[in-house]
Structures are given as C-alpha cells and as structure tokens.
T-cell receptor, first 114, second 113 residues
Framework: KQEVTQIPAALSVPEGENLVLNCSFT??????LQWFRQDPGKGLTSLLL?????REQTSGRLNASLDKSSGRSTLYIAASQPGDSATYLC?????????????FGQGTRLTINP | DAGVTQSPTHLIKTRGQQVTLRCSPI?????VSWYQQVLGQGPQFIFQ???????GRGNFPDRFSARQFPNYSSELNVNALLLGDSALYLC????????????FGDGTRLSIL
C-alpha cells in the first residue's frame, strides 16, 4: 500500500528566506509526483508535475526534485513571500496504467511572516 | 477557459439524509475523479470515471456512488449520511491515459449535523 508522508507538518519562517518542504513515499512504482498548494477552505492548485523519468521541474521561484529510488521529493521555494502562506501537498500517481489515482500526503502548513 | 466547477459550494445536511454533489470538468477532459478531504488531512481517493465507466474505486463504503454523463460531467451521491462524512469533497479532471496533471475544483463543503 502506497503511503505518502510530508515533513514538517507546519513551518513558519520570516519573509525572504529560502525553504525546503519534504515528501516521501513508500512504493517507488509511481508514474509521476505532483505538488499542490491549498489556501484555507479552497481547492487544490497544481504547482509542479514531475514525471517518473524526470529529476526536477522548475516554475518561477519553485523547484521540485524527485529521487524515485529513495522515495523522496523536495519542493524548494526561493525568496519566500507572505503570499506563499498556504498548505502544500504532494501526491503520487500510483496504480495501473491509465488509472489516475493520486495518493496524498497530509500536507505542510507554511506561514511566511512579514 | 473555465476550470473545474463544482456545485454547490456549501451544503448542510442531517444524519441519515442523502446528498448529490456535481462536477463539470475542464473542456476536453474526459476523466473525472472524486476525493474526500477531512479537515487537517490530505485528500482521499473515492472514485475515477472515464467514458461513463468506473475506472477506480477507493476504500469507501457502498453508501458512496457516482456516475458520469455523456458530456463528461459527474455526480457523487452519498446515502445515509453520517457525522464522519463531513468533509470537503473535491473533483478533479484530466485527459485520459496521458501523464498530465490533475486539475481540481474548489470543492463542496459538506457539513452533517
């Protein structure tokens, strides 16, 4: 059974700092890994998608890496801003070809202090 | 282009009642998935539908059912509501069979009294 863990559960840092969020998964047989952002009471916004054959993806101040063999992914946020405050979720696509079941971690609640 | 739309945004029901939640996928997306997110936890997979057929089911009781229509929209039905069904219900759409990201709607907040 695929299990996804995110550490830390919560993180509070001052504005301007670079930070790293961690995600680990137990079964390396994944198709891809997706990072999401969730604002309070809202749905999920897709940030980055890394295919199983890729090592990293970048979008603006965000960089996500994937080490499938060790079951780990990191989300790096550069020069953090108060608007980055949200819960960040990672999810792995796991299952038979075509099926698009995502298995989520519990998220990291990030607070950027002005 | 419109994103994934869900209705209603909020719903209050009492134990034992039945509820129907609705989802319209992004234009061109033929696959719809449903997730349940209890407060403080990550979303849990409930169902995936493609071409009106169930393609995946999570570990949820038979009180949960869903269907997909010819226009690819979908409904999630929950019967005999329990207090534990209180959650944010999220719908996601994506193209089928290609490694594309799933796109989520804003969800329906269901509260059971």
């Amino acid at each position: 059974k695929q299990e996804v863990t995110q550490i830390p559960a919560a993180l509070s840092v001052p504005e301007g700092e670079n930070l790293v969020l961690n995600c680990s998964f137990t079964d390396s047989a994944i198709y891809n890994l997706q990072w999401f952002r969730q604002d309070p009471g809202k749905g999920l916004t897709s940030l980055l998608l890394i295919q199983s054959s890729q090592r990293e993806q970048t979008s603006g101040r965000l960089n996500a890496s994937l080490d499938k063999s060790s079951g780990r992914s990191t989300l790096y946020i550069a020069a953090s801003q108060p608007g980055d405050s949200a819960t960040y979720l990672c999810a792995v696509r796991h299952g038979i070809q075509g099926a698009q079941k995502l298995v989520f971690g519990q998220g990291t609640r990030l607070t950027i202090n002005p | 282009d419109a994103g994934v739309t869900q209705s209603p945004t909020h719903l209050i029901k009492t134990r034992g009642q039945q509820v129907t939640l609705r989802c319209s996928p992004i234009s061109g997306h033929k696959s719809v998935s449903w997730y349940q997110q209890v407060l403080g936890q990550g979303p849990q997979f409930i169902f995936q539908y493609y071409e009106k057929e169930e393609r995946g089911r999570g570990n949820f009781p038979d009180r949960f059912s869903a269907r997909q229509f010819p226009n690819y929209s979908s409904e999630l039905n929950v019967n005999a509501l329990l207090l534990g069904d209180s959650a944010l219900y999220l719908c996601a759409s994506s193209p089928w069979g290609v490694p594309q990201p799933q796109h989520f709607g804003d969800g329906t907040r269901l509260s059971i009294l």
